[in-house]
């Protein structure tokens, strides 16, 4: 019940009460009129300070996602939740994360521990094992494709898979002077910050990229014949520094093309082949700007 309390002469309260109706109101109804007219804060002004208090927490977004509507999308015309997306987006980053830190402690010690360069350099089987570890990524992959959603099977093989093409990379850099490798790492997380900023940048103003998808792929298939003809045909310092040029701008590509399917088209359950996708992009910028500082150094 409605109950006026009339014990200060200036101020006049308005409370929910349970108790029983004050004399004074029954016997004079009209003190009720006259203090709601008379008091500072009457029920307009209620609604009104309401009103405004839930439009200034909508604008900074402290009403509860129901009743916002969430957060922002990261593209228009997106039909499922955000916070799903940005959630199954923090996990990919983690993993790919995870990856790069195995990569480089693994590649440290494969660079640090000279005996191991040394077995690959002059024991009988280091020829024989180099080739495995290479070819182990690409037949990791096939598992994968398999049980990339049963967990743990496909940690595990994801694990091998890096592991191995880690190896690689740190055999790569074993014989690459360390000012290379410093340059090559900073320019490599510059351009991938960059890009992957941009790609959300211009995914929420309406851009898509899925166009290059058939382009990159000629562009790989090109690269991949041209490194063929290279091992076989020596063609020099400038065939060296072209294919380096070549492969930086294809994989600079592929990373905005991974980042926008990232956003927009990769399943919650492709976690693992979104994770290798960038991961892959990632290592082979890194070895493409190795190659282009090597050259350079000469």
Not at 48 to 63: E, H, P, Y
Not at 134 to 144: A, R, S
Not at 199 to 227: C, K, S
Request: contains cysteine; positive net charge; hydrophobic residues 50%.
């Amino acid at each position: 019940m409605l109950v006026i309390n009339l014990h200060s002469p200036q101020y006049h309260s308005l409370s929910l009460s349970p108790s029983r109706p004050c004399k004074n109101t029954l016997e004079h109804p009209h003190i009720i009129t006259t203090s709601l007219y008379k008091s500072p804060i009457s029920l307009t002004n209620l609604t009104t300070n309401l009103n405004k208090m839930m439009m200034w927490q909508r604008s900074f977004g402290k009403i509860s996602d129901l009743e916002s509507g969430g957060s922002q999308p990261l593209y228009p015309a997106m039909v499922e939740e955000p916070e799903l997306r940005w959630s199954f987006i923090r996990k990919i980053y983690s993993i790919v994360a995870f990856q790069l830190l195995l990569t480089i402690v693994v590649s440290a010690v494969v660079v640090t521990y000279h005996p191991i360069q040394h077995f690959f350099v002059y024991s009988s089987g280091g020829l024989a094992l180099y080739i495995l570890i290479l070819i182990t990524p690409f037949i990791v992959l096939c598992p994968l494709q398999y049980y990339y959603q049963r967990y743990p099977v496909n940690y595990l093989l994801l694990g091998v898979f890096t592991t191995s093409l880690a190896f690689a990379v740190g055999l790569t850099c074993a014989y690459t002077s360390g000012k290379v490798i410093l340059e090559s790492v900073i320019l490599t997380a510059v351009v991938v910050i960059s890009l992957t900023l941009y790609t959300f940048w211009a995914a929420r103003r309406g851009h898509d990229f899925n166009f290059l998808g058939p382009f990159l792929f000629g562009a790989l298939m090109v690269l991949i014949v041209f490194l063929i003809i290279q091992s076989l045909f020596p063609l020099g310092r400038l065939s060296v520094t072209i294919y380096g040029a070549l492969a930086s701008l294809i994989f600079c590509g592929y990373i905005i093309y991974d980042t926008d399917n990232l956003i927009k088209r990769y399943s919650y359950d492709e976690y693992i082949w979104a994770a290798v996708a960038l991961y892959l992009d990632i290592i082979n910028l890194f070895l493409s700007l190795l190659t282009l500082f090597r050259v350079a150094e000469r």
